[in-house]
C-alpha cells in the first residue's frame, strides 16, 4: 500500500503468498502430516492387535466352556439313549411275558371246560347205560 492508502502491485507480490509458496508449505504439511499418521497408525495396529488377541483368547475359552458342556450333554445322551435301549429290551419282555400268560391261562380255561365237559359226559353215559 502506499500513502494513498491504494494497494500496489509490490504490495500484493511482497505481502501475499504465491502459488510455489503454497505449494511448498503444502508438500511440507503433507509430509508432517504423512508421519504423525504413519506413527499413530503403528501405535493403534500394534493396540488393535493387542485388542485382538485378548478377544480371540476370550473367545477360546468360552468356545471350550461351551464345548465342555456339549460333551457333557452329549454323554447325558448317551447314557440316556442306552437306558431307553435297556427299557425297551424290559418292556418286549414284560410284552411276551404277558402274551405267554394269556395263553396259558387260555389253555387253563379250556382244560377246565375239557374236565367240565368230561364229567358231564361221563355223567350222561352214565344215565344213559342204567
Not at 11 to 27: C, H, S, V
Not at 44 to 65: A, I, P, S
Request: aromatic share 6%; charged share 40%.
Amino acid at each position: 500500500m502506499n500513502n494513498n492508502n491504494t494497494i500496489t502491485k509490490e504490495y500484493l507480490e511482497n505481502n501475499f503468498a504465491t502459488k510455489e509458496y503454497l505449494d511448498e508449505k503444502f508438500i511440507l504439511s503433507d509430509e508432517r502430516f504423512d508421519r504423525k499418521l504413519n506413527i499413530t497408525f503403528r501405535k493403534y495396529t500394534n493396540e488393535m492387535k493387542q485388542h485382538m488377541t485378548d478377544l480371540t483368547t476370550g473367545f477360546r475359552e468360552e468356545v471350550k466352556g461351551v464345548c465342555d458342556q456339549v460333551q457333557s450333554l452329549d454323554e447325558k445322551i448317551s447314557r440316556i439313549d442306552e437306558k431307553v435301549v435297556k427299557l425297551d429290551e424290559k418292556l418286549t419282555r414284560v410284552d411276551m411275558n404277558v402274551f405267554h400268560i394269556k395263553g396259558v391261562l387260555k389253555e387253563k380255561v379250556d382244560k377246565k371246560d375239557h374236565l367240565k365237559l368230561e364229567k358231564r359226559v361221563i355223567i350222561l353215559e352214565n344215565q344213559k347205560i342204567a
